[in-house]
Nanobody
Framework: QVQVVESGGGLVQAGGSLNLSCTAS?????????IAWFRQAPGKEREGILC????????YYADSVKGRFTISRDNAKNTVYLQMNSLKPEDTAIYYC???????????????????WGQGTQVTVSS
């Protein structure tokens, strides 16, 4: 059973940084699946913000994070990272990691594209 676990959330002041981690255990050939980060703010729909393809190249889905957030993966550790810099109060949300099925090499901003989801980690940015 594949388990996706996020970590690294917390409370940070505006302008600060956080580095979220996503580990997908028991996912074979981890580098053969796209991994994405979504977020859901209170009262809003879940939105896809970034994804990393099997090749390691990223897709950005939220213009609001361009230039501030980066995604990377360490296949040896089955881990994907979301580095968030210059955080703003509007970045406050629960952040979810999602993994596509093995063999799904490309990304999509649609939540239905991904099969395995973590429980989420809270990110709160104070002004």
């Amino acid at each position: 059973q594949v388990q996706v676990v996020e970590s690294g959330g917390g409370l940070v002041q505006a302008g600060g940084s956080l580095n979220l981690s996503c580990t997908a255990s028991e996912l074979p050939y981890h580098n053969n699946a796209a991994i994405a980060w979504f977020r859901q703010a209170p009262g809003k729909e879940r939105e896809g913000i970034l994804c990393i393809k099997w090749s390691g190249s990223p897709d950005y889905y939220a213009d609001s994070v361009k230039g501030r957030f980066t995604i990377s993966r360490d296949n040896a550790k089955n881990t994907v990272y979301l580095q968030m810099n210059s955080l703003k109060p509007e970045d406050t949300a629960i952040y979810y990691c999602a993994a596509a099925r093995v063999g799904t090499l490309y990304c999509s901003p649609s939540a239905s594209w991904y099969h395995y989801w973590g429980q989420g980690t809270q990110v709160t940015v104070s002004s």
